[in-house]
């Protein structure tokens, strides 16, 4: 299913029409940045230049003086296996900020190499947040973006990045649902051409899944496998609702939890669905609920647009189907999923002169 509509410019914040002059100077410039802040991903739009391909949400810290030593992907790499002295975070958990001198570690470095060595100059910001962010996160992400040196930040809710980055145009639809499953979050929205009108959010997401496979597996092989090697059962083989989901395995290595020894096994679809299903089962509870919840005027264009299912782990096989099957309106995966937010963000700098400065909020 494919709806294409333009620009959300309605739900945006906007200031003074124009903005002022520093605003418009820095237009010119290629310094207006859209960030993606995820749990596991970092995803940055730059204007005039793109998406930039996604890092990793970790840094690695010495322990002895705090300096940061690796971000990013690289910083990824040596999780569960870092040099003495060394040790990794993942600066941002559940969408908030959990140390936002290391978050602004993470973008700054990120940005800089996008750049490709190009003097990096104080670019202003977007920032997808998620909705019912509290005041102290939205002051750690604030706080984190002026440690990077960023001149204005506007921080924007993440279903309203996400309709602007499928290319909706919420002016003139009455109401659309998002579930954007993402690392550490779900978030299920219903946003309308007001903004967003019912939203709830859960825990259970990609992370839980691989916790609930490494735990399943653990039981019924005796095997203790990796987040990695959970990853890859829960990609390669999904949910009970993929229709070649029982007939499929996958080989992942492991310890036997037996002998102590590396082992390889091949773990099925039945066993990776009977993991999966708990966490998905409560994903579609927030579903239901939030469905619950939409006044009713909205339902009819919900029907007809069907249910937009973003974030990286949105593409979990046979996700889209549980959706469809259980709500009886069809859901699919938006093109792009795991980028749709920063793309989006990218969208809104086209406003940016015109949009508020959140970092008001700082002083
Ligand atoms: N093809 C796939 N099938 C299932 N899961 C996937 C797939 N590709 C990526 N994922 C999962 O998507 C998750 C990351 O998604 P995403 O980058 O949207 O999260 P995030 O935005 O960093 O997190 P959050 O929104 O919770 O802060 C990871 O758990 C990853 O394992």
């Given at each position: 299913m494919s709806t294409k509509i333009k620009g959300v410019k309605n739900n945006l914040q906007l200031s003074m029409p124009g903005g002022s002059l520093v605003d418009w100077l820095g237009g010119l410039g290629a310094e207006d940045i859209g960030v993606d802040l995820g749990s596991s991903n970092v995803v940055i739009y730059i204007k005039n230049q793109g998406l930039v391909f996604p890092e990793s949400s970790v840094v690695a810290v010495r322990e002895k003086n705090g300096e940061f030593v690796a971000s990013g992907t690289r910083a990824e790499e040596m999780e569960g296996r870092t040099p003495k002295g060394i040790y990794t975070i993942r600066p941002i958990k559940e969408s908030a900020i959990v140390d936002y001198r290391a978050t602004a570690h993470l973008l700054n470095s990120i940005i800089n190499q996008s750049y490709l060595k190009r003097m990096f100059f104080h670019p202003r910001l977007i920032i997808c947040v998620p909705v019912g962010i509290t005041g102290v996160q939205r002051r750690a992400l604030?706080?984190?973006?002026?440690?990077?040196?960023?001149?204005?930040t506007v921080l924007i809710e993440q279903p309203i990045a996400s309709l602007m980055g499928i290319g909706l145009d919420a002016s003139h639809m009455e109401g659309a649902m998002i579930v954007d499953v993402g690392g550490g979050t779900t978030s299920v929205s219903v946003a309308s051409v007001h903004g967003i009108v019912v939203s709830d959010y859960s825990r259970m997401a990609g992370m839980a899944m691989d916790q609930a496979i490494i735990a399943r597996v653990r039981e019924v092989y005796k095997v203790e496998i990796g987040r990695k090697a959970a990853e890859l059962v829960k990609i390669a083989l999904g949910a009970r609702w993929h229709i070649d989901n029982r007939k499929r395995s996958t080989s992942v290595c492991g310890t036997s939890l037996v002998t102590g020894l590396p082992v390889k096994i091949e773990v099925t679809g039945k066993v990776a669905a009977e993991a999966l299903t708990p966490v998905l089962e409560h994903i579609f509870r927030k579903v239901r609920s939030v469905l619950q919840k939409t006044p009713p005027a909205l339902l009819?264009?919900?029907?007809?647009?069907?249910?937009?299912?973003?974030?990286?782990?949105?593409?979990?096989?046979?996700?889209?189907?549980?959706?469809?099957?259980?709500?009886?309106?069809p859901a699919y995966v938006v093109e792009h999923p795991l980028y749709v937010n920063a793309i989006g963000a990218g969208t809104a700098l086209g406003y940016m002169n015109d949009l508020r400065d959140s970092m008001q909020d700082l002083r």
């Open positions: 604030l706080e984190a973006a002026f440690t990077m040196g960023a001149r204005k009819a264009d919900i029907r007809d647009h069907g249910i937009m299912i973003t974030g990286g782990a949105g593409q979990l096989k046979g996700l889209d189907q549980m959706i469809t099957n259980l709500t009886g309106i």
